[in-house]
């Protein structure tokens, strides 16, 4: 038997290895995958998942996950209290949470009382780094609030080609923004993303993959943005950015 057809051996375990069609949860939900790859369906979107990356999922979001060959995923559900602040919140690779999720999958919990400890160490790293380091609300207006989520999407995207695939003028989303959120676009836009970044160096990350998760080129590009908005010096985000910033 090929190694990778052992997946399938415990059959109501072979969704690790191999994926499942579109179903829901009423708590929120967490795909991690160990091993490999995998493709996540919801919104009619993809998102490709790697080896210690994770997808957090809000209840009750529609979604459908295939696992590539050779790959494993898990999927805890986590105690209702432990929201994503969207519906589907890509976490990338998460020190602490891999060290909980790898103990897990040593531990091995089947009954409730043995799995609950491990939801509540999930839930505290969760909470954890999901804190805002930087204060950023969304927009009430629905339209440019569906334009702020493509912004976060899409870094790389003008506020004018956004504002125009939304139809609306560049100036009426700029403000809608400076109305709803107290930032122009830009620097709400920038916020967003230093708080992908803080969060990912809560979770034991370090300066470099931090930059990329947050969708900075370089190191220096993510500490020169925290040096600005925060007025950390530079010198000292580099020696310990979280503690420079105030700790975990």
């Given amino acids: 038997m090929p190694t990778t057809s052992l997946g399938t051996v415990v059959a109501e375990n072979a969704i690790r290895f191999l994926g499942h069609d579109t179903h829901q949860h009423d708590e929120p939900h967490l795909v991690y995958v160990v091993t490999g790859s995998a493709r996540l369906t919801a919104d009619d979107r993809q998102w490709r998942i790697g080896r210690n990356e994770a997808l957090w999922l809000a209840p009750r979001v529609p979604h459908a996950l295939r696992v590539d060959p050779g790959g494993m995923a898990l999927g805890p559900l986590l105690d209702p209290a432990d929201q994503p602040r969207c519906r589907l919140q890509p976490l990338g690779v998460i020190p602490a949470l891999t060290e909980v999720m790898t103990t897990a999958l040593g531990a091995a919990p089947t ?18 780094i999901s804190r805002q380091y930087f204060t950023v609300v969304l927009p009430v207006h629905p339209t ?5 989520r ?16 939304h139809r ?10 400076l109305d709803e959120t107290g930032l122009p676009f830009t620097r709400w836009r920038n916020r967003a993303r230093m708080n992908a970044a803080v969060e990912h160096l809560r979770g034991g990350g370090e300066l470099t993959a931090a930059a990329r998760a947050a969708g ?15 007025g950390v010096p530079v010198n000292a985000l580099t020696a310990d950015a979280v503690g420079a910033l105030g700790g975990g």
């Fill in 216 to 230: 900075y080129a370089t190191r220096a590009g993510l500490l020169r943005a925290l040096s600005r908005e925060s």
């Fill in 150 to 165: 493509e912004a976060l999407r899409t870094p790389a995207a003008t506020l004018e080609s956004l504002a125009e695939r």
């Fill in 111 to 128: 009954t409730p009382e043995q799995v609950e400890p491990f939801r509540q160490a999930l839930g505290r790293v969760l909470r954890g």
């Fill in 168 to 177: 609306m003028s560049a100036r009426q989303v700029q403000r809608v923004f």
């Fill in 144 to 148: 440019v609030r569906a334009l702020a």
